[in-house]
């Protein structure tokens, strides 16, 4: 039996003989010039010679390339001499031919050239940017001279915007620099906008606003002696204004201490607490306004209208907030319409109806009503159908019509329908689960059934219910393409 050196010598030769074969084989004459497939022979007796390779095109004339993605195949007739750059000083000229595809050696195109405008346009550094082209015949390349051909020579005129030096923030006693400084976007370094210092300033006066400083005033400028790009910011904070109290005027129907529930303003609350929290923040109040009469409209009083006025203490840093109801009349319901409905019978909508004729008006009940129409189209798989409610008021004092306009669109039947498991999915679990719900690929797609089977489910404890665990499961149904009437 060889030895373990022997063995491995003998591996050795025999790699080096087949190595041999295979060269010898490689540089044979019959097999370079046999046909892969194909018989030695062939027509008048001699052997076969393989199609010569292809020339492979030059790189630069098949297709430009920028960061691994090919933007487009070569085409024309002029060549693009040399791209210049003039008006760059503190923008480097390689930044900006970074962003051109004009470039020396290419074919000039003019619609790459206004592209390439408006990628240095986007650049945000330059306030205006625009082109030149001068024409040129130089020697073609190995012709020696005695052929020429036209070039062209490109340049880009830039205009270089400002840059910001430093920002100043003066007069900001009660808020920190540094939040300013986020808030009004504008940095050392940024391009000189008086458009953006603008916006900078708006920022910073909402942001005032938002902490109470409801008198501060802001003016913004640029440039300072021995420095035009830095950007000064001086700021009159005012008294930082607080809730002394809050009154609601007009209010008969609903007391004050519940209108008070409703707004989001609060008053002050005891001793030292009343500095807590308590921020006279004019946005949320002028919302506030809105809320009491949406609440109002939503009780029946459809022509109520709310104002507001402000009383400020001796010091100026301590208000109080009158809200001033005007509830005019409560309106009853005289006609209740349905239009648009063509599938379902008017009987059977009105019949899912709580608001009728002569009831006082409610805008809750109302939306009760439409989702109760919305849902019984949903059981009869028009799962799109709409409902847009328009109140018409009469001439008569405090009556008012309801007209549902409905929109049933098309109906759908369920084309495929599983259950949707948080992690790894169960065949088994999957199975049993979709053996709980009583549609059908084909059916009509029914939203009671869907939420019926949604509930068993839950109640089943086959999976995980907790959503702090685990999302609980769900049913995907996948309605059939089109209108299915």
Request: glycine letters at 10%; one cysteine or more; hydrophobic letters at 35%.
């Amino acid at each position: 039996m060889p030895s373990r050196f022997n063995r491995c010598n003998l591996s050795r030769h025999r790699f080096l003989a087949c190595f041999v074969c295979c060269l010898a084989i490689a540089c044979s004459p019959n097999i370079l010039h046999a046909q892969f497939g194909g018989g030695g022979g062939g027509m008048g007796g001699g052997q076969a010679q393989a199609p010569a390779a292809a020339t492979k095109p030059k790189f630069r004339d098949h297709i430009h390339n920028r960061d691994g993605m090919a933007l487009r195949r070569e085409e024309g007739d002029v060549v693009v001499a040399a791209v210049q750059l003039v008006g760059n000083q503190v923008i480097s000229s390689t930044d900006i031919l970074a962003e051109l595809q004009t470039r020396k050696g290419r074919f000039y195109s003019e619609e790459t050239v206004l592209s390439d405008i408006g990628r240095l346009n986007d650049m945000g550094s330059f306030d205006h940017v625009t082109f030149q082209t001068e024409e040129r015949v130089t020697p073609a390349p190995g012709s020696n001279g005695s052929v020429t051909q036209k070039s062209v020579l490109v340049t880009f005129y830039v205009r270089e915007r400002a840059m910001v030096s430093k920002v100043i923030y003066h007069g900001d006693y009660a808020m920190n620099g540094r939040e300013l400084s986020g808030r009004s976007g504008i940095a050392e370094g940024d391009p000189l906008s008086e458009f953006a210092i603008e916006t900078g300033k708006r920022r910073l006066i909402d942001y005032y606003h938002e902490e109470g400083f409801n008198q501060v005033s802001i003016v913004a400028s640029i440039g300072l002696p021995g420095d035009s790009n830095a950007v000064v910011f001086r700021i009159n904070e005012g008294p930082k204004e607080r809730i002394d109290d809050i009154r609601i005027e007009g209010a008969s129907i609903v007391s004050e201490s519940r209108l008070k529930k409703v707004i989001q303003s609060r008053g002050p609350m005891m001793g030292i607490m009343s500095y807590i929290g308590n921020v006279a923040d004019m946005k949320k109040i002028d919302a506030d306004v809105n809320v009491l009469a949406s609440y109002y409209h939503n009780l029946g009083f459809l022509t109520a209208t709310v104002g507001r006025r402000i009383e400020y203490d001796r010091t100026g840093k301590w208000l109080t907030i009158v809200f001033v109801v005007n509830e005019g009349p409560r309106f009853s319901i005289g006609d209740v319409q349905i239009v648009g409905n063509e599938y379902v019978t008017e009987e059977s909508l009105r019949r899912r109806l709580e608001l009728k004729s002569n009831d006082v008006f409610s805008g809750t009940k109302m939306r009760k009503d439409i989702g109760e129409i919305v849902y019984g189209y949903g059981e009869l798989g028009f799962i799109y159908a709409e409902v847009n409610p328009k109140t018409i008021m009469r001439d008569e004092n405090g009556i008012v019509d309801l007209v549902y306009e409905i929109t049933e669109g098309d109906r759908w039947k369920v084309n495929s329908i599983r259950v949707e498991i948080d992690g790894e999915p169960h065949l088994m679990r999957e199975t049993t689960m979709l053996n709980l719900i009583e549609m059908r690929e084909g059916d009509y797609i029914d939203r009671r059934d869907l939420e019926t089977g949604r509930n068993r489910i839950e109640r089943s404890n086959l999976l995980e219910t907790n959503p702090t665990i685990a999302e609980p499961p769900d049913i995907i149904v996948k309605p059939l393409e089109g209108s299915l009437r």
